[in-house]
Nanobody
Framework: QVQLVESGGGLVQAGGSLRLSCAAS????????MGWFRQAPRKEREFVAA????????YYADSVKARFIISRDNAKNMLYLQMNSLKPEDTGVYYCAVRFSRYAATRQNDYDYWGRGTQVTVSS
């Protein structure tokens, strides 16, 4: 059974950094595209970043470009999101997701499995 478990969230001051991790199990995740999404209070879940199966291409929401970096370690079945220069508007629950395709995607409906999320809170 496919399982995704996020970790690394927490409380950080504006301008700080956090590194989120997503541990994947239950399938050969090195064959699949993966992504990060987030949901702020009282808002819909939105795309943050996505990466192809080999990690050779990635995509970012405009709001996080040049601040966040998505990466993966296929040998460890791990997905990461390095978040720098954090802003209060980055606050939310961050979810990792996997899609049964080698390519990345920005739409939630393109993803097949989701983790339960990890809370990120950025104070001003």
């Amino acid at each position: 059974q496919v399982q995704l478990v996020e970790s690394g969230g927490g409380l950080v001051q504006a301008g700080g950094s956090l590194r989120l991790s997503c541990a994947a199990s239950g399938d050969t995740f090195s064959n699949y595209g993966m992504g990060w999404f987030r949901q702020a209070p009282r808002k819909e879940r939105e795309f943050v970043a996505a990466i192809t199966w080999r990690g050779d291409d990635s995509y970012y929401a405009d709001s996080v470009k040049a601040r966040f970096i998505i990466s993966r370690d296929n040998a460890k079945n791990m997905l990461y999101l390095q978040m720098n220069s954090l802003k209060p508007e980055d606050t939310g629950v961050y979810y990792c997701a996997v899609r049964f395709s080698r390519y990345a995607a920005t739409r939630q409906n393109d993803y097949d499995y989701w983790g339960r999320g990890t809370q990120v809170t950025v104070s001003s």
